[in-house]
Each structure stands twice: as structure tokens, then as C-alpha cells.
């Protein structure tokens, strides 16, 4: 059975980093074409991707985001890092990590974790 | 850059059929994901490239893509599948979600 469960700080100040961890359970990040990305959801709106990182490293960012983003992994911890940057009040969001199955065309995210709450105040 | 295009809300009877669609510069030609919400909980996979069902979700659901739209299909639509429905697809190595459709079961 696979698991994903976010953590980090509640709440933040403008302007501060936020890093969240994701910790997983039930596959390895060294399991060829297997994967982990990063999403949040602001009150009452929409998904939005952020960032995912695959077994061998590849990562990939949110065009909008990109500059603000780092994605990394700890396979011994079984953990996927996220940072960002520049945190706003705009960026108060419930973020969700989400475990991607390998497939040789097109990925996919499942399950997914339970989600954290940040907000940004000051 | 990239945007999927789904109705905000749709309503249907107990019993009926819903249809959910997600509209995209050829979609058809990307595979289309779907993802149920339902309050205060996490997104849940109900349909993978295109027409895969996982295992545990219910056979009522099932999945489209073709030209320009994908529609996600709820036979005998009931009371528990009432959630919000995300579709979501890749565009340049890019993840793109479309901004959700509220489903009422009423």
C-alpha cells in the first residue's frame, strides 16, 4: 500500500522560504520511472501543479513557478523535498504531494497525500 | 501556454448519466486524466490515459478523448459521486490541470 504525508510549518511570513517534506511509504524513489510531485490548492480554487521529481533526478517546475521552486529527494529518508521562495500571502494554499506509478507513455498522480495547510501572514 | 477548459458546475438526477468535459487545443492527441474532490478531502484518480479505470473505482465511470474534448461519463450517477472533477493533461513536459467542474446530485 502506498502512502504520502506532507509536513512542514502552518504558517509563514511574507517574504520567508517554505519548505515542506513529503514522506512516503509503499515504493522507492529508486524504482526506475517512478516519481513524486508537488500541488496546492488555494481556498475554494483549483489544482495547480508545482513541481515533480523523478528516480533518476529529473525534475521538472511550473513555468510560473520555476524561479521560486527547488524539488528534491532523500531515497535513503524516503522523502521528497520542496522548497519556495518569496512566500505572499497569495501562496496560501492546502499542498498535496503525490505518488506517479511508472508507465512507459504518460504519468500520471496516485494516490495522493492528505495535504498540509500553509498559510502566509504576517 | 497550455489551458483545459471544463464547465464549473453540472447537475444531474439520481440515476442518470453525467458527462463532465474538458476542452483543449488538440487533447485528443494527449492523453486526458481525471481526479475526484470531494470536500475536504484529497484529489482521487478515477480515470488514467484516457479510458483506464484504477482498481476500486466503480465501472460507472468511464472516459473519453478525442479532437479537441475528453468527457469524463458517471452512469447511474449517485448521491456519493456528487464532488468536484479535475481533468488534467501533459503540454511540453508540463502538468496542466483544467480549473474543475462541480457535480450536483440532485
Redesign the interface.
Known sequence: QITLKESGPTLVKPTQTLTLTCSFSGFSLTTRGVGV?WFRQSPGK????LA?IYWNDDN?Y???LNSRLTITKDTSKNQVVLTMTNMDPVDTATY?C?HVPY?S???????????TLVTVSS | SYELTQPPSVSVSPGQTANITCSGDKLGDKYAYWYQQKPGQSPVLVIYQDNKRPSGIPERFSGSNSGNTATLTISGTQTMDEADYYCQAWDSSTVVFGGGTKLTVL
Open positions: 510531485g483549483a489544482l495547480e501543479w515533480l521538472r511550473s513555468p510560473s498535496y503525490a508507465s507513455t504518460s504519468n500520471w498522480f496516485d494516490p495522493w497525500g492528505q495535504g
